[in-house]
T-cell receptor, first 116, second 113 residues
Framework: GAVVSQHPSRVICKSGTSVKIECRSL??????MFWYRQFPKQSLMLMAT?????????EQGVEKDKFLINHASLTLSTLTVTSAHPEDSSFYIC????????????FGPGTRLTVL | DQQVKQNSPSLSVQEGRISILNCDYT??????FLWYKKYPAEGPTFLIS?????DKNEDGRFTVFLNKSAKHLSLHIVPSQPGDSAVYFC????????????FGTGTRLTIIP
């Protein structure tokens, strides 16, 4: 149980384009999903927290107009990187939890974004 | 401001021996702690957690110890196996895990056959 999937696993795009990353909880209802970013050899940096049906809460320093998060259902959240630039290249990971269950977050496999 | 610290970036342990990974935190409001294991280019995998009302939690080969007065926790893996080679992150939360996680910087564990 507690499986989280992400799609795509890797994406290469041109500078200025937008990229959408999907995060799905496959066997539980994710009342809350989290989006992280990881730079090489660094820790996971929380970007935003999204609760189903409401606006995401962004961490300080994260541009909400650049990183659009939608959590329209209990099993799907999307992160859209708008007008991507090379500095947005990174490893993006989502996690999910069900507030009715244990407090552990379960992570997706991550998406490697490369912006040319 | 790094509220969760893993001061050892790497650790090598002989197969079969005990691996001890350490984590320190500064925020006394943290009351729930977790350990995750991560392979390259994959998402972290949950290993074990502990609430501040306990000082030890055990699950198979994994045991987590919490010393609240020292603001220190450790993960013991015994016996260590080659498949344990990965990066280990500790994480902390308030409100017994019902809030966001703050991650440490990770320790790369290498098990030597």
């Amino acid at each position: 149980g507690a499986v989280v999937s992400q799609h795509p696993s890797r994406v290469i795009c041109k500078s200025g384009t937008s990229v959408k990353i999907e995060c799905r909880s496959l066997d539980f209802q994710a009342t809350t999903m989290f989006w992280y970013r990881q730079f090489p050899k660094q820790s996971l940096m929380l970007m935003a927290t999204s609760n189903e049906g409401s606006k995401a809460t962004y961490e300080q320093g994260v541009e909400k107009d650049k990183f659009l998060i939608n959590h329209a259902s209990l099993t799907l959240s999307t992160l859209t990187v708008t007008s991507a630039h090379p500095e947005d290249s990174s490893f993006y990971i989502c996690s999910a939890r069900d507030y009715r269950g244990p407090p552990e977050q379960f992570f997706g496999p991550g998406t490697r974004l490369t912006v040319l | 401001d790094q509220q969760v610290k893993q001061n050892s970036p790497s650790l090598s342990v002989q197969e079969g021996r005990i691996s001890i990974l350490n984590c320190d935190y500064t925020n006394s409001m943290f009351d729930y702690f977790l350990w995750y294991k991560k392979y390259p280019a994959e998402g972290p995998t949950f290993l074990i957690s502990i609430s501040s009302i306990k000082d030890k939690n055990e699950d198979g080969r994994f045991t987590v110890f919490l010393n609240k007065s020292a603001k220190h926790l450790s993960l013991h893996i015994v016996p260590s196996q080659p498949g344990d080679s990965a990066v280990y992150f500790c994480a902390a939360s308030v409100n017994f895990g019902n809030e966001k996680l703050t991650f440490g910087t990770g320790t790369r564990l290498t098990i030597i056959p």
